[in-house]
Structures are given as C-alpha cells and as structure tokens.
C-alpha cells in the first residue's frame, strides 16, 4: 500500500522587521510558498544587530489512516510501515543557503492556518502568527513556537515523550548540500504514535537547526511550495508506505522451496471466517485449520499435510483469509514416481479441521512441475507486461485493483494449442508497479523494492495491486509502468498501461 496525504494546513511565522518595526502579528498562511530563513545584521536595534528568522508549521489530515487501522487494514507497529515527511523544493532563482541542516518536530499546540499571503511587507494579520498559534489556545507559551520540552509537560513543541519511549528524541533532520533539495525526513515514529494517541494530532514544527538559529549568520531564503501554491503536483505530502501484498503460489507451486497457499472464504460476497459445529465457531488465529494436498495413487489417494492459520496484516487478523506454508520435496518417493512419468504432479487442495472431522473447502487441482536443473543463466528474461482493465478515467474516491499479466515466452510449461487459449501469465515474486505523469514524466509513486508498498500481489487469478486515486492530482494523465526483478536483474517496463486520468469524486 502507497498512501499519499495532503496538508490540510500549513503556514509560516517569522518577526521580519520591515521599516524599522518587528512584524510579530503577521500572517501568511494563504501564501504560495513555505519560506525557511534566517537573518542576521540585516537591520540594526540601535548598534545591536538583530535576528530574524521563520519556522515552518504543517498539519496533516491522519484520519484516513486512522480508518485504515481500524480495518486492520495496516499495522503501525509493524517494520514495513513507513511515513515521509515531504516538502517540494520552489527555487526561482533566488539567492538560497548551503550546507544547513534542517529539523523537524511534532507540535504539541495547535495553529490557525490564516488567511494572509503578504511575503513583501508582511503586512497581513492574522493568527497564526510569531506570537499565538491558535484562537483556541492563544499565545505561544514562548514567542516564535520556541518552547520545547518532554511530555509529560507543557510545550510548544515536543522533542521527546515517555509515552512513546524513554530518552527517543522526537527530532528528524536533514542536511541541505546545496540547499536546492526537496525536503524529505521520516516521521514513522511520530506518526505512530500519534495514531496510538501518544502524542498530540498537532501537525509538525519545521526549521532551521537551533545552531543555526543561534549563530551570527544568514540562512536566507530556502522555499518550498504550500498547500495552495498553484502547482498541484508540489503541495507538501505524508506518504505513508505499507507492505500489504500477498503472495499465492498457487499457480506456481515448485519443489524443494516454501510455497504459500491462501484460501479466501466469502459469505455473501464478503470475506468472512469458516465457522464448523453446530454452534458456527469461527476460525481464526495460528494453527487453526489443515491443508491436505492429495494426488491419485494407485489404489487411492497419497496425501500431505501442513498446518495453516488465519492470514495477519502486522498483528491485525483478516477475516475469511488463510494460508499455510507448503514445502513440497522431489525426493518423496511418491511425488518422484509420478514426476518420472509425466514431469508434472497435480495436487487437490482439502481445506479442513484441525481433528480431520470437517473438511471446509475442496479447491481446483494445483499443477506442481519438474523441477529445472542445471546451470542459472545470468542473462535478463524478457517477458511481455501489460495491466489490464485500465478506464480512461477514474474518480479521486476510487480505490482500483489493477490485473497484470506477465507473459513469459521461455516459460517450460507454456504448451502448444491449435485453439485460442488464455494464458494464466507467469507469477513472479518480485513485481512492483509505479505511475508515472504521462506528459511531464514525473513519477508520481515510484516503485518501492525497499518497504515493498508497491509490490503486487498474487492469487489463483493471477498478479494484481490495488491504487488509491486520491494519491493522483487530479486532471493529469497517468501511465503505469512495471518493474520485475528477477535473479538479481532489475528489469523495468515502461507503459505497461493505457493512459487514464483522475477527475474530483463522484
């Protein structure tokens, strides 16, 4: 899963001085742009020089991922969650610093966006400002959001908490070389926390590092766009990363290597749990159910067993789906038998109660193959990739599941027919998908082999991945493109779809 979220307000506070007087009341939170300074003897308080700085505020809409672990839909806890803080660099041509560092905290007190936009004179006022945050909780309990501190404890902004974990600083930082950078921090640990209500839903304080504030120089100007600048694809994101895929060996089951089975059980087209006995208990947990894989002997049937439970996103259930783990070897004396005759062994999954009383599901036969010796070719296959039942347009509330198919013309069980025939494609473990802006070519969600959120998943129907639109700006067109890594080789297929645009809900 890859989940962008949008600010849903940000602004700046700084005590400029223009003409002479301190512009602390200021506000600019309709601006175009998040501008990041400091100045230092720029102006005079009689021969003292003075120092003028700005600080960053930003607060993100975190109910949808509320909702999500609700669902069970994601884990925060777990290792694959990941969240980055994400400011699109506005360089001009303006004069900008180098070689600075930049931090970021979670708020503790709440701002006011406003609605000024003077960057010139500063000459709107408005809360927030450099000297309240909020008409709710008023002033800042020390000018310019400047007091921080643990929690417990009354602060502006926090830098650590013991309810998140003890000594942790809550800080992220990032070093600008030439001062032209995007600005990119993870947040995971504040974001968690804050979705465990640990810390404060307040938003983030960002700035320049307090030795840079502190010192007897000029940091001036480092832009980045805001919420409201016009360019949609530069408004400052959350994207959030989560590895939900799952990965169904059912089309390729192999010897000799662990293979994943899943059996997803719908009620009334809903996912919902087996239940067995007359009081319609409910499968779930660890070690729940059997899995037998049986194959047509002479006499009968030759049968293995492997123990499966109820599949988990992190340490959420998930209703009416399971797995086992199936480990299949071609030294079975059995299995080699069959293999030698035919070089393929079909198994009949049996789904059933762990005492072998109940059986709960009988699935199509599953075609396991010989296996293939010798030497690994180093050489990169070519397939052909293409994502199918792609709309030309699609609404920004629409959560789509995408079909991919993977055609591999070297595949040892691709068979020859005089009939048209569906081919199932081949299932590849490693398989991610990325979208990319069809006219200006940036990547709007870039393939992730690190987290794996944009893995694709497989089943029994084959490979697919499911896209949140409300990750897109809307009125662009998009393309998706494929990346396969195979063997260590990284093969990436550009185009693997139509073209298709966003448009506001339906």
């Not at 600080?55 to 809409?61: E, F, N």
Request: charged content about 20%; overall charge neutral; hydrophobic content about 35%.
């Amino acid at each position: 899963m890859y989940k962008i979220l949008k600010a849903d307000r940000d602004s700046y506070i700084t005590d400029r001085v223009i003409k002479g007087s301190r512009t602390n009341t200021s506000n600019v939170g309709a601006a175009g742009s998040l501008d990041l300074f400091k100045l230092y003897g720029s102006t005079l308080s009689g021969s003292t020089p003075n120092t003028e700085l700005s600080r960053l505020l930003i607060h993100y809409d975190l109910q949808p991922l509320r909702d999500l672990v609700s669902a069970g839909k994601i884990d925060p806890g777990n290792n694959s969650f990941k969240c980055t803080l994400k400011l699109f660099d506005v360089f001009g041509g303006q004069p900008t610093p180098a070689n600075f560092n930049v931090s970021v905290f979670p708020l503790s007190r709440s701002f006011d966006e406003g609605l000024g936009r003077d960057v010139v004179y500063y000459a709107d006022h408005d809360v927030c400002n450099f000297l309240t945050g909020s008409r709710t909780q008023g002033p800042w309990l020390l000018s310019g959001c400047a007091l921080g501190g643990g929690l417990p404890g009354t602060v502006d902004y926090i830098t650590a908490s013991v309810n998140v974990s003890a000594g942790v600083s809550l800080e992220s930082t990032q070093l600008f070389k030439t001062g032209e950078e995007d600005l990119e921090v993870d947040v995971t640990l504040i974001v968690s926390a804050t979705l465990a209500n640990k810390l404060p839903d307040e938003g983030f304080r960002i700035t320049l590092d307090s030795s840079h504030e502190t010192d007897q120089r000029s940091y001036f100007v480092k832009r980045f766009a805001s919420r409201t600048a016009f360019n949609g694809d530069k408004h400052p994101r959350l994207i959030v990363k989560y590895d939900d895929s799952i990965q169904d060996d059912s089309q390729q089951l192999v010897f000799d290597s662990p293979s994943y089975l899943f059996l997803y059980n719908y009620s009334r087209q809903v996912l919902s749990n087996l239940t067995s006995g007359s009081t319609l208990t409910q499968i779930t947990g660890s070690n729940s159910l059997i899995l037998k894989l049986a194959t047509e002997v002479s006499g009968g049937w030759y049968t293995l067993a492997f123990t499966g439970s109820q599949h988990s996103t992190g340490i959420y259930p998930v209703a009416g789906v399971y797995s086992a783990s199936v480990l299949l070897s071609s030294t079975d004396s059995v299995l080699a038998s069959k293999l030698s005759e035919s070089g393929s062994v079909k198994l009949t999954p049996i789904w059933g109660s762990l005492d072998n009383t109940v059986t709960y599901v009988t699935g199509s036969s599953l075609t396991v193959y010989k296996p293939q010796r010798g030497a690994v070719s180093n050489d990169a296959q070519r397939f052909i990739v293409t994502v199918h039942n792609v709309n030309d347009r699609y609404f920004s509330d629409e959560n789509v599941v995408f079909s991919t198919h993977i055609f591999d013309a070297k595949s040892p069980i691709l068979k020859a027919s005089r009939l048209v025939i569906e081919s199932p494609g081949s299932i590849i473990r490693d398989v991610h998908y990325q979208v990319r802006n069809s006219v200006t070519g940036i990547i709007e969600i870039p393939f992730d082999a690190v987290t794996n959120s944009t893995r694709l998943s497989s089943d029994a129907s084959g490979m697919n991945f499911k896209l949140d639109m409300s990750n897109l700006v809307k009125e662009r067109s998009y393309v998706i493109d494929i990346l396969v890594i195979t063997g260590g080789n990284r093969q990436v297929y550009k185009n693997a779809s139509p073209l298709f645009r966003v448009s506001d809900m339906s």
